[in-house]
């Protein structure tokens, strides 16, 4: 299979290019880790460390051969794409995250809800955020009341379902 | 005893009240989920896992697997109804299921898949049922070598045999692999890729990736659409019940997509997309009104869908007898069975036969229930189907956080369900498929453990692997399977392949 002469001069496209790089970052972790443990092989002559040392190879060279299919073939473009949304949920998840343990479980995945009603274009926070603490309430009562979830709670759940 | 003492057995276990509520539960729960437009049922099974945490392990998988026969269902009334396949199994569903109900005909189409899935599940159910003690007794001979060259025909088939790319799908999975690596290893106690932080010590959550892959990483791939005309929902007009034309044009599609599905799900060949393919063109192939293709004819829906259905149902074969998970959907199971300790495989059946035969009898029933609750009730399963948007994705994200907090509310964990949900938005943009990261996570340490036992058995000798035939043949069939779509591809014959991509269940 030879590609047209006109890909003889195309650059890489850069998203080969960042996941070769992730690749081999990766693969180099798993050997750099597996550097460390010890060779304790036994019977089987394979210890905790080849494993992971098959694995990081693994990722290596999956990572050129990203690399080399980047500069062969027609580079992939996805559909395009809106960066905002994306950012709200990220932040809605850390936000979540975040403040999970202190303002207990309802207020931090209200302010989730809201976030994600906000990235699929809903912008109204005072309304989705008050329905985004309501719904988790019932969520958290039925399921750390009746399924024996154990969600972590905070001063709203205790004011209503009781410490 | 025979197969039918044991169904008899698992009936009277399904029957207790209490286990009839918890199959209701979770076909309700299926349905009502797997409805929802872009939610298939490695999705549905994901976000519901959290809802079986507090039970007891009989109940628990009971609901479990009316979730995922629940999902099925109502995957197939998304796509008839609005176009969107909620699943890849079901895009064939979609193309001529919705052109049914563009023209009116949207109540017969639904009718034919639900009764066409209720007659291949129900079938499909009865052959998991007979097959399984036979795989079993062919289990109980393997020793960890079968076992590893089993795991790796697996992860082959799962990642590169099908889908546009081999490169991709090992990628996938190796990214699974090198995750499943995290944590304390089984055999030396050594921690592996833990960085001290203790958290990780456990490993990492074959739940939380899958959620964090399939409910976060669609919703940002959506989301990062922007805003999108929403589809239109098809209305049923008319009558719901099918004519007797109807019946008489639907009855064999049936039996022969129950034929298809269920072989290819049982085999370790990956997703039901196939058999769903195969059905499509053989009923196209054999029908009497061949014109009616393309624009809503009822043989491309019945048989599809039968199709999919004997696969869910296929897939169960390799899962409960040897503990084997061949799609996505089957790695979200066995990470439900493990939570109570439960390994499948052939010792299930010996020491908890109650337990594996209530389940499969509870399928024969959930399979009743679902038709009882699909035709009558489809007015309100579509009306799920017009929940705005935003509060659709909000109440997702929701669940999807609920699963991981409830398992484990720490920062690290939902840092993990974070990350990996960029990274699911990631593969999705740039077309690498999600079903080999899971199944590389949840098979990479056992795949791991049992070479490690065949080569302490051998005393270290490598050439242990291919002694026994058993092993050799699995090993050569995964070495094709692995080589020669390369090889159809670059001769430009990939096209084939592509087309059965298994990418979510």
Redesign the interface.
Known sequence: MTPPVAHATRRPDGAALVITAGLCALGAVLLWDAGRLPEATGYSGMGPADAPRLIGFGLIGLGIWTLIDGFRSEPEDPPHQHPMPVLWIVAGLGAQLVLLSTIGFSIGTGILFACTARAFGYRKLLMSFPIGVAFSLLVFGIFDGLLKLNLPGGPLETLIYGG | MTTFDYLMQGFAVAADPMILLYALIGVTLGTAVGVLPGIGPALTVALLL??T???DPAGSLIMFAGIYYGGMYGGSTTSILLNTPGESASIVTALEGNKMARKGRGGPALATAAIGSFVAGSIATLMLAFLAPQVVKLALVFGPREYFALMVLAFVTVSAAFGDST?KG??SL??G??LA?VGI?S??G?T??SFGVPQLLDGIEVTTLAVAMFA?GE??F??????KAPETVQAIKGSVWMTREDWKRSWKPWLRGTAFGFPIGAMPAGGAEIGTFLSYATEKRLSRHPEEFGHGAIEGVAGPEAANNASAAGTLVPLLTLGLPTSATAAIMLAGFQQFGLQPGPLLFATNPELVWGLISSLLIANVMLVILNLPLIGLWVKLLTI????L???I???A??GT??AN?S?VE??M??IF??LG?GMR???YPIAPIVVGLILGPMA?QQ??????IA??DVTTLVQSPVAAVLLAIAAVALILPLVLR???KGNVLSQMAADED
């Open positions: 959290p809802v945490y507090g039970l490169r090992l990628v190796f990214l692999l090198a690596m290893d055999l030396t050594q592996r890729l976060l919703a940002l959506i989301a990062s659409q922007g805003d705005p948007r935003h509060w994705y909000a109440g994200l929701l669940f956080t609920l907090i409830g509310p920062p939902l840092g369900l974070m949900g960029v938005y943009l740039y077309g791991e070479l490690r036992r065949a080569l302490a005393q270290g670059a001769r430009g």
